[in-house]
């Protein structure tokens, strides 16, 4: 066994760099590893929600996220060539009321700088290829890709970050209950000619029962396009820039994919001295923008229950949390795309008369982070303040 007994993170996504960017900043210098020689360099999620620019915003992220994102404002949804229904975010956060649209990419390079600034160190090309618990910590053997060498490591805990395929999960049998909705979902990042308006996001109801969600794309200069704004189009049916009426491609896609949906969380958060963030413990459809933004609140309250010594509290203050939002956007998913009756009833005849229900406050809350208060009497106040206040999320509406 190597010597070196520092915690360690798997996984350089935005999850495992925001809990290594807290950790560091608690002087805990936390060993973090990826399999990946470079960052990935799709946009994937497109906005940060008010919660975590608030949790962000110690650590002088959140400025340079303000600096490169574009304010997204609420949503339109469209049907036969009209908005039926707008939800704006006014008054919803006092200083953030709105989506920030910015890349994953790029933040994740915010991310990682501010921790590289810190003093950290990601250690890329190293793979985790097991873990087990043992008397007082975990035993993990790492792989350093580049030439093959094994290294055994003793650590007194371990953050899987290790994203949807976790290694952890499978290495400690955890249980991955939920289910995966029929056919796939596609996307297309692509320059648009369009009226449709940046400020917002926009879900199109189609005529053959689809639907299509569309979106601008900002953050770094490899996201802006000689062609005009970029646009994410994303939709239950093949070819989504096909399915354009609102809009036309003003260029070819830089990115293209499709994807199963799965709403799943893991049976535990936690297992002796692993503890599991972000898509690692839970996976939800795109349509709640909160994959990436739960996960780094995951990342936040691992690293201040570290920091009071509380890590025990772990699974049991964040699996209620992430598993009602896994539910929420769940519900909100087949809202959007169910072909069950009672779906497209709801589609149909509820959803353009939304602004006058509670469904509306419910949507605005799950969306931008602000649908649960944060652990109270985890430092710093100004965060604990923010917890008392988004308790009461209904007055802030
Ligand atoms: C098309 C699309 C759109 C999305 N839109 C949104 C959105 O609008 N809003 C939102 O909040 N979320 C969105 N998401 C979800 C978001 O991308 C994920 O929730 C987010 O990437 C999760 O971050 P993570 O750090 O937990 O996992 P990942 O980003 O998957 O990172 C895990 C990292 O661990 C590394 N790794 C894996 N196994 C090992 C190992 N054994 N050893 C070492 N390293 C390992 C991987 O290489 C990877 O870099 C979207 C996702 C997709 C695909």
Redo the contacts with the bound molecule.
Sequence with gaps: MSADQRPLI???????LAAALFLQREGLRPRI????TEP?PQS????VNPRVLDLLEPTGVTARMLELGSPVRGMQFHRNGKIVVGLKLDGIHSKYPFMLGLS?ATTERLLAQAFLAAGGEIERG???TSCQNNVGGVAVELKHNADGSPESVESPWLLA????RS?ARKQLGVDFNGSTFPGEWY?ADAPLKTTLSPEFAHIVFCRDGGFLFIMPVFGDEEFQSTNGLLWRVLGNRSNPLAQLEEAEPAGPAVWE?S?HVSHRINAALSVGNVYF????AHIHS?MG?????L?VEDAWVFANLVRTGRLGEYNALRHPVDQRVVREVEFFSKLIASDAPQFRFARRYVLPVVARTPLQARIKRTVTGLDHALPLGLEPSDVAAIAAQTSRPQMAL
């Design positions: 798997v996984g350089a996504g935005p999850v495992g590893v990826e399999t990946r990935a994937k999620a497109l906005a994953q190293v793979e985790m970050a290790d994203g949807a290694v996307l994919s994807f963030a972000g898509d690692a795109p923008a909160r994959g990436m933004n996960g």
